[in-house]
């Protein structure tokens, strides 16, 4: 995206901000967003912020895609797909409080949604923080015990981990919840 157009959608979201409300639209659930009345702030994030992500995620770039998440992780805490972004780059950056940083706000500030806590999980374990990964997992399945993915975010915890029976366990509930996605090798 040449400069021009990226200053000109940066500008538009920043007038729809203030158009919107200003300091309002800032801190907005994600989930709630629709419900608010946010929907189409929410759609301007997204189209000009966090879909940018992926393309500027190569060379000298990263630091564009940090600013792209920081701006939609202001306004989103606990968008999903941006903290699943903000984890690539900080480790493509090697600066890893700074997902830690913003999953602990969009925790804080949102405490009640178990794929937040899950996407925490996930990412501390990926970062080597196995226990901590654990500990936030089994968060998400105690805010829903139904959460299919929290069970198989788990299995691959404990598979790293060394604890296989535990891996096991986490992979049939898993599977018993209706968990299709990718669970590790011989569970």
């Not at 946010?38 to 000009?48: A, R």
């Not at 564009?64 to 797909?81: F, K, T």
């Not at 986490?170 to 209706?178: H, I, V």
Request: hydrophobic fraction near 40%; include cysteine.
């Amino acid at each position: 995206m040449n400069s021009f157009v990226r200053i000109l959608s940066i500008s538009l979201c920043l007038s729809f901000c203030f158009w919107d409300g200003g300091e309002e639209a800032y801190g907005s659930d994600y989930f709630t967003a629709a419900q608010d009345g946010n929907t189409e702030h929410l759609k301007l994030v997204e189209k000009f912020h966090i879909d940018n992500v992926p393309p500027q995620m190569t060379g000298d770039r990263l630091n564009y895609a940090l600013g792209d998440l920081n701006y939609a992780l202001d306004r989103y805490p606990n968008h999903p797909r941006a903290l699943q972004l903000i984890g690539m780059v900080a480790q493509m950056l090697k600066k890893n409080e700074l997902a830690i940083d913003r999953f602990q706000k969009a925790i804080e500030q949102f405490p009640r949604y178990s794929i937040t806590q899950a996407q925490y999980g996930l990412y501390l374990v990926g970062i080597g923080s196995v226990d901590e990964g654990i500990k936030m997992l089994k968060r998400s399945i105690e805010i829903d015990p139904r959460f299919a993915a929290g069970y198989g975010g788990l299995a691959h915890a404990y598979v790293k981990k060394g604890d296989l029976e535990y891996a096991h366990e986490a992979a049939m509930k898993a599977r018993e919840l209706g968990f299709n996605g990718k669970l590790p090798d011989g569970l």
